[in-house]
């Protein structure tokens, strides 16, 4: 079978383009967290670790440049060691859906907002609605299946950032996966690509994420992504993912051979159940890559409700 040898694309780095107007109350909000933070004498970085959220986010909501969930303002104001009341601020710069909140959440024990915060990651997951998980556009697969061009493609169809999740890891790490892998080992590795993960759905409500083809094997990190994102499945033919990856330079790990063409079928097969659990699946190898990414976009515009 001859294998459809797409041309590599190098993503340039994740960009939010251009911020949304800021609103009042996300200004004030910002505000409040700073003097709050400052009275407590807290360095940025020392709230985002107690909180659990990325310093990024943290700066976005300091100047009212990113919108914020319930959950992770409960965790900040955890952080912050003061109510959530107290920190939502001024009620004269709050919209009427805000203020009824805090009237509520100001009558409950810290206890009663525990057990809030519970039933929230229950119902929603740790992202929030439905509609903020459908908007989060992850790309899974073997290496070789399409990810990084249709990725990019689709992302500039629909006006989302692109993310290629394994340049963010090596960001954070300061060095290439294989460098990450040989000097700290693999489960390092595995807490970079939380992290990465975790700044993506934290910062991008709308986005493209072209996510590494082991991703689900393992279980904590792949469960967040199919909580916060939408996930397609990728999927190709052995022969396909073989002469993609060799037509990108890469011949190291296919050498051609029948060794190698069997090593690559027993990880499809292994790997299957993993990526059968996505949302959506696309086959990039039932013409050129001009028809595979007329397939995704059809399929993702249909899930999204968007008129083709």
């Not at 908007?135 to 070789?144: C, D």
């Not at 590494?212 to 393992?218: A, E």
């Not at 022969?239 to 027993?266: F, I, N, W």
């Amino acid at each position: 079978m001859e294998s459809k040898q797409w041309p590599d694309v190098t993503p340039e780095a994740g960009d939010r383009g251009e911020e949304a107007g800021r609103n009042p109350f996300l200004m004030s909000l910002g505000e409040r967290v700073r003097t709050l933070r400052s009275r407590k004498g807290m360095t940025r970085r020392a709230v985002a670790l107690a909180a659990e959220v990325s310093e990024r986010h943290l700066a976005n909501l300091e100047y009212g440049t990113g919108n914020v969930s319930v959950l992770v303002l409960l965790q900040v104001a955890q952080a912050l060691q003061c109510s959530l009341a107290e920190l939502l601020g001024d009620v004269t710069t709050t919209s009427p859906e805000w203020l009824l909140l805090r009237e509520l959440l100001s009558k409950r024990s810290e206890a009663d907002l525990r057990r809030a915060r519970v039933q929230l990651v229950e119902m929603f997951g740790e992202g929030g609605s439905l509609q903020e998980r459908k908007a989060r556009i992850a790309l899974i697969g073997l290496r070789g299946a399409g990810k990084t061009s249709l990725g990019q493609r689709l992302a500039k169809d629909l006006g989302y950032p692109f993310i290629e999740l394994s340049r963010q890891i090596e960001q954070f790490a300061g060095c290439q996966i294989s460098e990450i892998h040989n000097l700290y080992g693999a489960n390092a590795y595995r807490r970079y690509e939380r992290r990465a993960l975790e700044e993506a759905i934290q910062i991008y409500p709308e986005v493209v994420i072209a996510t590494p083809g082991g991703l689900v094997s393992d279980s904590s990190n792949f469960n967040l992504l199919l909580s916060h994102c939408t996930t397609v499945w990728l999927q190709a033919d052995a022969q396909d993912h073989m002469g993609r990856v060799a037509a990108q330079g890469d011949l190291r790990p296919m050498a051609a051979s029948r060794e190698a063409m069997e090593d690559l079928k027993r990880i499809l097969e292994g790997r299957s159940a993993f990526y059968s659990k996505a949302d959506l699946t696309v086959n990039t190898s039932v013409g050129s890559e001009d028809q595979a990414y007329t397939g995704l976009r059809n399929v993702v515009r249909q899930y999204l409700g968007l008129t083709s």
